[in-house]
C-alpha cells in the first residue's frame, strides 16, 4: 500500500529531474542547430516536421530564460538572434558569426 510519504517522495523525485531532463534536450537541440555548414538546411527543414524555425528559437529562448532565472540553466547557451535571425513568415535565417580577428 502506498502511503502519502511516499507518494510525496515520488512526486518530489519526479520534480526535480525535469529540469535536468530540460537542459539535456535543450543542449542537444542546440548541438544539432549548430551542426558545422548544414544550420540553414536544418532551419529550412524544420516544418516538414511540423514546427517552424521561430516557433523552435522562441520556445529555447523562452525555456533557457526561464530556467536561467531560477539559476537551472547551467552551461545552457542563450539564444543569439545575430546569428539565428527570425523573419516574420516563420522562418530563421542563419548568418554566420564573424570569423575572430587573427592575432598580432
Do not use: K
Not at 548544414?38 to 523562452?62: E, K, N, R, S
Amino acid at each position: 500500500m502506498t502511503t502519502p510519504h511516499t507518494t510525496a517522495a515520488t512526486i518530489a523525485e519526479i520534480i526535480s529531474s525535469v529540469p535536468n531532463f530540460v537542459v539535456s534536450q535543450m543542449a542537444r537541440a542546440y548541438e544539432l542547430a549548430n551542426t558545422p555548414d548544414q544550420q540553414q538546411a536544418i532551419l529550412d527543414a524544420m516544418p516538414d516536421f511540423g514546427v517552424t524555425p521561430a516557433q523552435a528559437l522562441t520556445l529555447y529562448a523562452t525555456m533557457q530564460t526561464a530556467l536561467a532565472s531560477i539559476g537551472l540553466a547551467g552551461n545552457l547557451p542563450a539564444a543569439d538572434i545575430t546569428i539565428f535571425q527570425p523573419q516574420p513568415d516563420g522562418s530563421v535565417v542563419y548568418v554566420a558569426p564573424p570569423e575572430p580577428e587573427p592575432e598580432p
